[in-house]
């Protein structure tokens, strides 16, 4: 379908819900600035599924619409009530505006300063290059060791360079194997794999954990997190190693490749070696100085850019599409939180009947459908704020609570993997012309079937400690 058709069909439906009459909206008692917040809601979902202009474009019409038309600077045309209908509480602009330069935006921004640091002085791949050498012996070993090696770095970097960085290293693997081979079918799925999983491991692994961050009444440290998520990623990364390895097997008993490494060194990258291994170590120790993961994430933005780690030009390197579109996220979640909006649609849903498990496991479900069509970023942007609703807004959530709610569909997020689409690191496997849509479809299924099946456990022993 034509972009503009598909612009044309999203605008349609929340035209519609703006111009209808307060009485025929699903709340009936709605003000008019609820009415137009339930429109630019519908408009992201709509924008961010059938895609007609990029992701993060859609965040920054949504800032600019929060700003226009609901804000307590809005234009004069929207401040003005209609017969009936109340105009309702105006949001503060300074908020909106905010989004820019949420903690979450922060933390993204100390993890990409130090990606862009580690590729610049190589650090990732020698690192990569010492980690695999152990694991060269046998086939069976290289998977695991990939599979491990790929979900580390994506723990702390993008999952995108992580991906590019391993199908580099891999290259003259997958030559010496045989492009055609099964097992380098097997061995390049597990990268992308890998990495989608790792990034469950860590806050800033990947844009919805921060984002449910911003949820939170009491938000989780770097440590608490890891302690709960890595061993899940372990379990994930187990269950595929020994799935791939069924659906690929290797014909040959060994591998006769060796890889080198040679660290950097010098004033600087002894500097960044330095920095890196500090930052992360205060992440994982918040309980003992007390600066949280935001305010630790500017350290490596202050000594890069002071000693010329990093430099004007490699600014340009970082991925503002992505902070743009969790800005477009934070101002939408932020407006339907303050207005009330999020609640009364959470609170309308006919879900009074059902236990918190079904509800929860129902929203798991979503998250996972809608990242295997969309971004998995915008599917946190739109489902978190509804979780966040649903969790307070129901008695039979009170066993799960809330941020138990928000981190289970976060991480739901990062299941969805079964099409080229659906995540970065499945584009970039898929575009090496090795691996067809069937080979991601049959694997990423089965990895995030089991993913739903193990959160799901998770979320029915919650409810039993609760």
Same mark, same amino acid.
């Given at each position: $379908? ?5 612009? +044309?069909?999203?605008?349609?439906? #929340? ?6 009459? =307060?009485? @025929? ?20 979902? +709509? !924008?961010?599924? %059938? ?14 619409? @929060? ?7 809005? =234009? ?10 109340? %105009?309702?509480?105006? +949001? ?8 820019? =330069?949420? #903690?979450?935006?922060? &933390? ?17 791949? *020698? ?8 694991? $060269? ?14 979900? !580390?770095?994506? $723990? ?39 990495? *989608? ?14 984002? =449910? ?35 690929? #097997? ?16 010098? #004033? ?32 490596? &933005? ?25 800005? /477009? ?6 407006? +339907?939180?303050?207005? /009330? ?5 959470? &609170? ?57 709610? %928000? ?8 299941? /969805? ?8 690191? *499945? ?40």
């Amino acid at each position: $379908m034509p972009n503009r058709f598909k612009l +044309l069909l999203a605008l349609l439906l #929340p035209l519609l819900v703006l111009n209808l009459p =307060a009485g @025929l909206l699903p709340l009936p008692d709605a003000s008019l600035v609820e009415q137009r917040l339930l429109a630019i809601f519908l408009l992201a979902a +709509l !924008l961010w599924v %059938l895609e007609p202009v990029p992701v993060f474009a859609t965040s920054l019409l949504i800032i600019g619409l @929060l700003l226009i038309t609901v804000s307590d600077q809005a =234009a004069v045309w929207f401040l003005r009530e209609d017969a009936g209908q109340p %105009l309702g509480e105006l +949001l503060p602009y300074q908020a909106i505006m905010g989004s820019f =330069a949420s #903690p979450i935006i922060i &933390l993204f921004l100390g993890g990409f300063a130090l990606a862009l640091g580690a590729a610049k002085y190589k650090l990732d791949t *020698n690192l990569a290059n010492y980690l695999l050498r152990p694991f $060269m012996a046998s086939h069976d070993r290289l998977m695991l060791g990939i599979m491990l090696i790929t979900a !580390l770095f994506s $723990m702390f970097m993008s999952n995108t360079a992580t991906t590019l960085m391993m199908l580099t290293i891999m290259g003259p693997v997958f030559a010496s194997l045989g492009l055609q081979a099964p097992s380098t079918r097997g061995l390049l799925l597990a990268i992308p794999i890998a990495a *989608n999983l790792g990034g469950i491991g860590t806050p800033i692994g990947t844009p919805p954990n921060a984002i =449910a961050l911003q949820y939170m009444t009491n938000p989780i440290d770097f440590l608490t997190w890891m302690a709960f998520a890595v061993p899940l990623v372990l379990v994930m990364l187990a269950a595929a190693w020994r799935l791939l390895l069924r659906l690929y #097997p290797a014909a040959e008993l060994g591998l006769c490749l060796t890889l080198s490494s040679k660290f950097v060194r010098g #004033p600087r990258a002894y500097l960044l070696y330095a920095t890196f291994a500090l930052t992360i170590v205060l992440w994982l120790t918040s309980f003992w100085h007390g600066m949280n993961s935001y305010v630790v994430a500017v350290i490596p &933005l202050v000594v890069f850019s002071l000693t010329g780690i990093i430099t004007p030009a490699d600014l340009q390197k970082i991925n503002w599409d992505v902070l743009w579109l969790v800005a /477009g996220g934070i101002a939408l979640g932020l407006a +339907l939180d303050q207005s /009330g909006l999020a609640r009364k649609l959470a &609170l309308s849903l006919p879900l009074e009947q059902l236990p918190g498990a079904a509800i929860l496991l129902s929203l798991l479900l979503v998250c996972f459908l809608l990242a295997n069509i969309m971004s998995n970023t915008a599917t946190a942007n739109l489902i978190l704020p509804i979780t966040a609703a649903v969790a307070t807004g129901y008695q039979g959530m009170a066993d799960y609570g809330l941020d138990s709610a %928000l981190v289970l569909v976060a991480l739901s997020c990062s299941l /969805g993997m079964i099409l080229p689409v659906s995540t970065p690191p *499945n584009a970039l496997a898929y575009a090496t012309g090795l691996i067809t849509t069937r080979d991601m479809l049959r694997t990423g299924l089965a990895v995030g079937a089991f993913g739903l099946a193990l959160l799901f456990v998770i979320l029915l022993v919650l409810g039993a400690l609760g």
